[in-house]
């Protein structure tokens, strides 16, 4: 009953791990952490019950490996069955300690097979070296019980294994992007939900009490004791972890408290039933410490370990396997001395390390050759939730509508706007974001489109404005049966005046020309484009011979009223010459003809004396 008890209690850390590790990591992988943590239990159990449990309770083979005890039936004895289900929740935690070290990146299968690999070669054999012939009579006691090897709850057996699978897959899977800079500096990645983490390192330190009480077997007056070590380890853990992560870190460092407390616990499990409660402090304030300096180590050497598995569990694990042999009762030890002891627990762990590396690694990397354990960069990016799952969240959707905003080339389609969701104030900004800017660049555009249709110097239309104006006045009047005119205008004697006055003058004498002639034509159906360098033109719209040539004539006179000197011209003042051609309901003649009518009666100005007006119909044959 007691045993099974306990089983209970062990079985609450799976959720505890799941709480744990889906809130350290970012929203966006969530759900893949919590379905592997599920999906490793129930294969760690199931091949723990195929091959497991007889590789670590068999009969043993010279204390290397059980040989029987596979596949247990209802027929087994009870006290065996029990024991069975309780060590089947200590295989589904060492196997679920690798899921939060490779979080973000591990393929779901790849992460399957690691867990396959821990229940059926990793745990029980490690188990069986330390356990076989301590908890249930057994023929044979494995090669390091034997040795008088100490772990009472798993220290090494437990949370070593589980940490030194869980290195290997961090180097064999590789950091997350982004995770490192190009010098090596580690980048904050930050966790969603604190909260959620607490809530799971408290069902794990209720866990643990089923953990570590459990495995006394037989309930006796040594239960308080345990169940004492392993809360004060824990607080001590905990604390020594807030102090010295606050002097590393600053206020930053407040996850660390939760690190510190699982390392605190982790730490006691090797001797929780023989420490004393001063030696239970200890173990657990060095636990918590160690637990934050190997976070930095681990930073420094570019390995990315999501929830800091590798220094809680292997850290605590190796260094709770050490203090045994420290801090327990010299009376209580299975060697002569401490120095004995503890030359018994290293080399169990140094055993340890070279079966579950040795293992691990070759086969790892052998799997992921033919079967990468990496996803790729794509489903990294957008999130194992989606990627692995096809489970959309609000950011997957939200992502979505910004991928169809980029692949319909719509740049000014609103996202759509889910007030319940919790990206709806993203959306809102986007929103206001993309309307502001649109506005900006519409003025911005008018400006630009207005800038590209007038002359820089002058301010008046530019000649792409009134090749463009002429092709659509040519239509209209087609259309309407109206006649129009074309004035040319080109001042005399300007390149004359430029080098006697200089560019300077020229170009002011130039605005004030333009200036003037703008005052002439007030209908804002008529065109005013500078077509050359000092050659201008009009577009009189729906007007007569006779109506152009009075505009010819004044604009003729404006300039010369502006009196403006010259002194290479004909009168001493600048003057225009101007020619004009009128179009009437002629078909199928473009406007470089009507313009070629216009620049004839131009130089007819011209060779008259200059400061003229002539229409191409007074001189036409």
């Known amino acids: 009953t007691w045993i099974l008890l306990c089983t209970a209690l062990v079985l609450l850390m799976q959720p505890g791990f799941t709480c744990f590790e889906s809130g350290l ?3 966006k992988n969530n759900i893949n952490v919590s379905l592997k943590n599920v999906a ?5 159990g199931l091949f723990y019950w195929l091959i497991g449990f007889g590789f670590m309770y068999g009969e043993s083979w010279n204390g290397w490996i059980g040989t029987d005890l596979f596949v247990l039936s209802e027929q087994t004895v009870p006290l065996i069955l029990a024991f069975f289900l309780f060590q089947m929740m200590f295989c589904g935690t060492a196997a679920t300690i690798l899921s939060g070290a490779v979080a973000e990146r591990m393929r779901f299968s790849g992460y399957l097979i690691s867990s396959l690999i821990t229940a059926t070669l990793l745990f029980p054999v490690v188990g069986h070296w330390i356990w076989n012939g301590t908890h249930i009579k057994s023929t044979g006691m494995g090669w390091l019980a034997e040795r008088g090897f100490m772990d009472f709850a798993g220290s090494t057996v437990v949370h070593s294994v589980g940490g030194w699978i869980a290195l290997v897959a961090i180097v064999v899977v590789g950091a997350r992007l982004g995770r490192f800079t190009e010098d090596g500096k580690p980048r904050e990645m930050y966790s969603q939900n604190l909260p959620l983490s607490a809530l799971g390192t408290f069902l794990l330190f209720i866990g643990w009490f089923g953990f570590n009480g459990g495995s006394v077997i037989h309930p006796d007056e040594n239960l308080a004791k345990i169940f004492s070590n392993t809360a004060i380890s824990a607080c001590t853990g905990g604390f020594s972890a807030l102090l010295l992560s606050w002097n590393i870190h600053s206020m930053r460092g407040t996850r660390y408290i939760l690190n ?11 001797s929780a039933n023989i420490a004393n409660l001063a030696g239970a402090v200890a173990i657990g304030a060095v636990g918590g410490c160690i637990s934050v300096i190997l976070v930095s180590v681990l930073e420094k050497l570019r390995l ?12 605590g694990g190796v260094w709770g396997t050490l203090a045994v042999a420290l801090f327990a009762p010299i009376d209580q030890l299975n060697a002569a001395s401490r120095m004995d002891q503890l030359l018994i627990q290293l080399t169990g762990i140094a055993s340890t390390a070279l079966w579950v590396v040795g293992v691990s690694y070759p086969l790892l990397k052998l799997i992921n050759h033919f079967h990468p354990l990496r996803v790729s960069a794509q489903t990294e990016t957008i999130g194992l939730n989606f990627g692995e799952h096809g489970m959309k969240d609000e950011l997957i959707d939200l992502m979505e509508q910004f991928d169809r905003v980029v692949k319909n080339h719509d740049e000014e389609k609103h996202l759509a706007v889910d007030h319940g969701s919790s ?10 974001l993309l309307d502001s800017t649109n506005k900006h660049f519409r003025k911005k555009e008018q400006e630009l489109l207005r800038m590209a249709s007038l002359d820089p110097l002058t301010g008046i239309a530019n000649r792409r404005v009134y090749e463009q104006a002429m092709e659509n006045t040519m239509s209209q009047s087609h259309e309407r049966d109206e006649d129009f005119a074309l004035l040319v205008l080109d001042i005399d004697y300007f390149k004359q005046y430029n080098d006697h006055y200089g560019h300077q003058l020229g170009d002011y004498c130039l605005q004030n020309i ?3 002639l703008s005052r002439i034509t007030s209908r804002k159906r008529d065109v005013f484009a500078r077509i050359g360098g000092e050659e201008f033109a009009f577009i009189l719209r729906n007007t007569t011979i006779e109506e152009a040539k009075k505009v010819a004539e004044a604009l003729r006179n404006e300039v010369e009223k502006l009196e403006i000197p010259h002194a290479h011209a004909d009168c001493d003042f600048v003057t225009v010459s101007i020619g004009g051609a009128l179009w009437d309901g002629r078909i199928n003649l473009p406007h470089t003809a009507l313009f070629d009518e216009a620049d004839r009666a131009l130089f007819k100005a011209k060779s008259k004396g200059r400061n003229q007006v002539m229409f191409f119909s007074e001189f036409a044959e």
């Open 40 to 44: 490793d239990f129930c294969v760690s």
């Open 304 to 315: 990315d370990d999501v929830v800091s598995a590798v220094p809680v569990h292997l850290g």
């Open 260 to 270: 510190g407390l699982l390392a605190g616990l982790v730490s006691i499990s090797a």
């Open 25 to 27: 990591v970012r929203n």
């Open 423 to 432: 990206y709806s104030n993203l959306s809102m900004t986007y929103n206001y």
């Open 514 to 516: 333009c200036q003037a």
